[in-house]
């Protein structure tokens, strides 16, 4: 059997197909989202196909619940090899940058960048990380069209023409 994968933010979408993906390939699979119900239903269709399969749910905002769920799934899996850090942010996030507040932006940050910390830190796997963390981000192309928004950040309005 291969490493652990987990996927922090798993939902129905692409945590659930890259978790099918990653346990076909023989890796235990853990969940973690905010949702019980939710990572619940993922964990028993994983399940019924032969995947070895947990769940924990964490705030993945919350520092302290995400160390302790990675630790959970770390003892009952195996040493976590992959990571897949991929939590929806919050539609009322994503808005045109002159909208846009400081909290916004706060709020961005605690799920997008600090969120992810104790995913790769040594602490939860009990030894120095050889693995792989990769982030899913959403994308919308640039065009020319204002109030346009780029992966939960929004760009300045200005047309892609004007000079800055």
């Not at 989202?33 to 070895?52: C, F, P, Q």
């Not at 964490?58 to 990675?70: G, P, R």
């Not at 539609?91 to 846009?100: N, S």
């Amino acid at each position: 059997m291969s490493g652990t994968f987990v996927v922090v933010g798993a939902g129905p979408g692409l945590g659930s197909a890259a978790a099918r993906r990653f346990g076909h390939e023989g890796h235990p699979v853990g969940l973690i989202a905010r949702s019980a119900g939710n990572l619940d239903k993922i964990a028993a269709d994983l399940i019924a196909e032969g995947i070895t399969a947990a769940t924990e749910s964490a705030d993945v905002t919350d520092e302290n619940a995400l160390t302790v769920a990675l630790g959970a799934l770390r003892e009952r899996l195996g040493p976590i090899e992959v990571v897949l850090f991929s939590p929806r942010p919050s539609l009322g996030w994503i808005k045109p940058v002159l909208d846009t507040a400081p909290s916004d932006i706060d709020s961005a940050l605690a799920l997008s960048v600090v969120g992810s910390v104790p995913s790769r830190v040594p602490s939860v796997s009990g030894t120095p990380w050889r693995g792989l963390l990769a982030f899913r981000r959403s994308h919308v192309p640039l065009t020319d069209r204002p109030n346009r928004r780029l992966g939960g950040l929004a760009r300045s309005p200005l047309p892609a023409s004007s000079s800055r």
